[in-house]
């Protein structure tokens, strides 16, 4: 009922305008967030780029898209697409770690794939946009990295994403 109430909101001016804003658009926009919780949780940190416990540091291997092995170091409690903007890997990430795009599709190796949380149905349906999505793909964005459990992490980024930039442009932490 409300949707179909929001699409008259041009027509509607002076005292019913006001009324519609105190009554009607506060139920609207009331719904649960479509990504996931822990993703709208953690969404401002991440625009503000999460740099982790800095005492509890792990490796984790990438091979970017053209094969170049590149092992970095990342922190407890960083997500694979904040590892990839503090270290400038190839990761666009263009919702900022929401859960809203598939830009930062990554391939995990098949044992990896118990040492992370399931996937949340939003996650994939985010997988299911990407380019050549196979059984162990993934959203860096979801992947939130644990000491002792995901210490030596391999990871594999497509040939090609979805991506929201001008082509070549990097992911940078605010």
């Given at each position: 009922m409300?949707?179909?109430?929001?699409?008259?909101?041009?027509a509607i001016t002076g005292r019913r305008m006001r009324a519609l804003h105190q009554h009607v658009l506060p139920?609207?926009?009331?719904?649960?967030?479509?990504?996931?919780?822990?993703?709208?949780?953690?969404?401002?940190r991440r625009f503000h780029g999460n740099g982790g416990d800095r005492d509890k540091p792990l490796q984790v291997e990438f091979t970017l898209p053209d094969g170049e092995v590149k092992v970095v170091t990342s922190y407890e409690g960083q997500t694979l697409l904040d590892v990839c903007a503090e270290q400038g890997?190839?990761?666009e990430g263009a919702c900022a770690g929401s859960c809203a795009c598939s830009t930062c599709h990554?391939?995990?190796?098949e044992r990896a794939m118990d040492l992370f949380?399931?996937?949340?149905?939003?996650?994939?349906?985010?997988?299911?946009?990407?380019?050549?999505?196979?059984?162990t793909s993934r959203l860096g964005c979801q992947?939130?990295?644990k000491k002792g459990v995901h210490d030596g992490?391999?990871?594999?980024?497509?040939?090609?994403?979805?991506n929201m930039?001008?082509?070549g442009a990097k992911v940078v932490p605010h």
């Open positions: 409300h949707r179909g109430a929001l699409r008259f909101v041009p139920l609207a926009f009331s719904a649960p967030c479509v990504c996931s919780q822990q993703a709208a949780l953690t969404e401002s890997l190839p990761m990554v391939y995990l190796q949380e399931e996937p949340t149905d939003e996650e994939n349906d985010m997988i299911d946009q990407a380019f050549f999505p196979e059984p992947l939130r990295l992490l391999k990871v594999k980024m497509p040939r090609a994403t979805r930039y001008v082509d």
